[in-house]
């Protein structure tokens, strides 16, 4: 199942959504997911489900991927469905013991399901086609108003940037761990749930020093390099907007106006 992980991997390709601006995909981002939210019965749900599917098309992502970076999250999504399927008010279809199903209930567990599994989807989109270099470029122009208040600009998209870049990197580390403690007899999937928290102990502590280790070697690494923060820093690559990314901009906030709208009027 730790293979299927797939946030922060990033798929090299030459579509047009990989050739967006990464400032435009993370505001698109932003704007989905505020269209996501205002999504509210099965037409607006539509509309934004067949956008994302476009968006997938065009990246030329293999749906498999999608779907399999899905699995880990699959009791999260399950079980937020049934939550919402046994505690909505509403007349009653389905009754027995303290459980009552309703019309309403139903209807919000669907929806509940397709807006995680969308969320989680728009926004694996967005590492899928844009380098871990282009999306720290992103960030920090975008969050360059925060500057004139003493932020650290900089520093902060790369961390978020080395965090997000390392996490595929983790997953194979504990993959790697988990593999030589089954080789020597140790069971993770068998016993009470205590018990199995206690076969974890064995993985989390090389972990932990696996990735401190790798966090020295990479401080090193920019020190020998003369790494000392964003002040007088250059690009190989300057950011610059092209006509596809007004097109997309205007299209995201049409989206987000129509489902809006849309909404409103009860579809």
């Known amino acids: 199942m730790l293979r299927d992980i797939t946030l922060g991997q990033y798929f090299p390709g030459d579509t047009v959504v990989h050739r967006l601006d990464p400032r435009t995909k993370l505001v698109l981002v932003v704007v989905y ?5 205002c999504a509210k019965h099965m037409v607006t749900y539509a509309i934004t489900l067949g956008a994302l599917m476009g968006v997938i ?18 009791f999260i999504i399950i079980l937020t469905g049934i939550l919402n399927l046994f505690y909505s008010q509403g007349e009653p279809i389905i009754s027995f013991w303290i459980f009552t199903i309703t ?3 139903v209807w919000n567990a669907v929806f509940m399901v397709l807006r995680i599994s969308m969320l989680i989807c728009g926004t694996f989109m967005l ?15 975008l969050l360059q108003p925060l500057k004139k208040i003493k932020v650290p600009v900089h520093e902060l998209a790369m961390m978020m940037c080395i965090a997000l870049r390392f996490i595929p990197t983790l997953i194979e580390e504990t993959d790697k761990i988990m ?9 993770f999937e068998t016993g009470s749930l205590l018990s199995r928290a206690k076969a974890l102990i064995p993985i989390l502590v090389p972990l932990f020093i696996s990735a401190f280790r790798r966090a020295d070697e990479l401080a090193v690494a920019m020190e020998c390099r003369c790494y000392h923060g964003g002040e007088g820093r250059t690009r190989m690559k300057q950011l610059k907007f092209a006509a596809r990314d007004h097109v997309a901009l205007i299209g995201g906030f ?3 106006a129509l489902v809006i709208v849309l909404g409103r009027a009860g579809l």
């Open 33 to 37: 997911i505020v269209t996501l939210f």
């Open 179 to 187: 593999s030589a403690q089954k080789a020597r007899g140790a069971d």
């Open 57 to 74: 098309i065009a990246s030329k992502i293999s749906i498999k991927v999608i779907l399999g970076s899905m699995k880990p999250l699959l």
């Open 254 to 256: 049409l989206l987000m």
């Open 127 to 141: 590492t899928y086609t844009t380098s871990p270099i282009a999306l720290t470029d992103g960030i920090e122009q």
């Open 103 to 105: 019309e309403e209930g």
